[in-house]
């Protein structure tokens, strides 16, 4: 428990993942990687430090088809209100939505 602990602090305060075997008596590099835990924030440091600038000022895809989306969303919403609309005419017994099995 000890070394994963001092480990993981080694690293999380910037040591060298290459210095931290040395310092904790580890003769090769696998075994300290066992124990150190990199923390949320190290990992989407080394996440956005690989990003381009060419990423970097690409849009989203999302934001290049809003049209579309906003299309899509009122379908989706007139779709959604006439289920309701149905569902609701169903219970008082004026249309079925269930089909008879032959």
Do not use: C
């Not at 989706?76 to 008879?100: E, M, P, V, W, Y």
């Amino acid at each position: 428990m000890f070394h994963r602990i001092r480990a993981t602090q080694l690293y999380l305060n910037s040591v060298d993942l290459p210095l931290v075997p040395r310092l904790l008596g580890h003769s090769r590099l696998e075994t300290t990687q066992l124990y150190v835990i990199p923390s949320l924030e190290m990992l989407r440091d080394a996440i956005t430090s690989i990003e381009t600038p060419e990423l970097k000022a690409e849009k989203p895809l999302w934001e290049e088809e809003i049209d579309y989306l906003l299309e899509i969303t009122s379908m989706l919403k007139t779709i959604i209100g006439s289920i309701a609309s149905l569902k609701q005419r169903n219970s008082t017994g004026h249309i079925s939505l269930r089909t008879s099995a032959n």
